[in-house]
Each structure stands twice: as structure tokens, then as C-alpha cells.
């Protein structure tokens, strides 16, 4: 696992493998997070389904951060707030426990994550 390979499939095999495990440690953290604070994930699923409705608007090739960005700014305020406002506690919880769309929550949940609480990998060394 250490340097990198002359094999291009054995060096794409090492990426997944790392991806893998870094995304099962956000995976993890959130959970965690989630299990702690059940107001607070409703929120942010609220706002996640939110930015997801957003950015269905928006031209095609936009991606969920020009979503999130464009919805959070100034000028865009009111109609940010109608559409947070408009979304009951019974969609916010089918699109928190979807399987498409659960791990968008899982992502909006790390903006609210200051640098300390992000996860960090270790190193042994170090």
C-alpha cells in the first residue's frame, strides 16, 4: 500500500480501498453525530431537501454546492425561507430515510461541523 504502483489496476484497487475507508469514517461520525442529536438532524435533513428542491430549478450541469451556495445567498433570502418553510416533517423523513438521498444529509450535516469535529485520520507515526 505504500508509494505507488507501476500496475494501473493494482494503484486504482489501493484509491478504492482508501475511499472506501474514509467514507466509511464520515459515515461513522455522522452516526454518531445523529444518534446525539435528533433535533438537529431534522434540521439539517430539512434544509438538505430544501437545497435538493433548489437546485432541481437551477440549469442543467449545476451541481448541489451551486445549489447550496446560491440558496444561502442575501439576495436570495425570501425565497430560500418560503421553500425551507414549506416542507413538512413527513417529507423531510422519507428524504432522511431514503437510501438515495440519505447520504446527502450525511454531507449537509458536516457544514455544520467546525474543523475539530470533522473526522481526522491518525497516523501512527505522528
Not at 437546485?55 to 418560503?82: P, T, V
Request: proline share 3%.
Amino acid at each position: 500500500m505504500v508509494g505507488t504502483s507501476a500496475n494501473e489496476d493494482i494503484q486504482r484497487l489501493r484509491l478504492a480501498l482508501f475511499a472506501r475507508y474514509i467514507d466509511q469514517l464520515y459515515t461513522d461520525t455522522f452516526e454518531d453525530w445523529a444518534r446525539t442529536r435528533p433535533e438537529e438532524l431534522m434540521v439539517v435533513a430539512q434544509e438538505a431537501l430544501a437545497v435538493t428542491r433548489w437546485h432541481r430549478g437551477m440549469e442543467a450541469g449545476s451541481s448541489f454546492l451551486d445549489a447550496w451556495i446560491e440558496a444561502h445567498q442575501e439576495q436570495n433570502r425570501d425565497k430560500w425561507y418560503e421553500i425551507l418553510h414549506s416542507l413538512d416533517d413527513q417529507e423531510v423523513t422519507q428524504f432522511l430515510k431514503t437510501p438515495a438521498t440519505e447520504e446527502i444529509v450525511r454531507n449537509c450535516a458536516f457544514a455544520r461541523f467546525t474543523p475539530w469535529k470533522c473526522p481526522r485520520i491518525r497516523c501512527w507515526w505522528k
